[in-house]
């Protein structure tokens, strides 16, 4: 059952950003264009997304347990190092320069286009970096 909620919430995600317009590398440039023909209809999409996940968040919080699993995940660290730091920037870099973010292009690859497989390897390639890179620095003991 945690798989078919999992496969079923990724569906209902991938469409919201198909129907929001978020898959579109020219509506999202569009809505960063603030010095040109800014297009702020994205920001009607924001802030609902925002209003359901806090109207979720609430619920959440009430609720001892999630329905598949047993207890919640929730981000428990407070501090910015570094490395978020800098990650933040480098995805605000790359959005704003080709107007995608990880979840609309994964999303597109439905489409079948080649710059968004162009995409979605760099960002599988810079995944993996990250990955290699913790392992051989980090000095804390799994846990």
Not at 23 to 35: E, H, R, S
Request: charged share 15%.
């Amino acid at each position: 059952m945690p798989v078919l909620a999992a496969f079923l919430s990724g569906l209902l995600f991938g469409a919201g950003l198909f129907i929001s317009g978020m898959t579109n590398p020219a509506k999202v440039l569009g809505f960063l264009d603030f010095a040109g023909s800014w297009d702020p209809s994205l920001g009607l999409v924001m802030g609902g997304a925002l209003a359901v996940n806090a109207a979720a968040f609430a619920v959440t919080r009430r609720r001892a347990r999630p329905l598949f699993a047993e207890h919640f995940a929730l981000p428990t660290r407070q501090d910015f190092d570094r490395e978020l730091l800098g990650g933040s920037v480098l995805f605000g870099v790359g959005w704003g320069l080709v107007g995608l973010c990880p979840g609309p292009a994964l999303a597109d690859l439905l489409r079948g286009e080649l710059p968004i497989y162009r995409f979605v390897g760099a960002m599988a390639v810079g995944m993996l970096f990250a990955g290699v890179r913790r392992l051989l620095y980090t000095t804390e003991a799994p846990g």
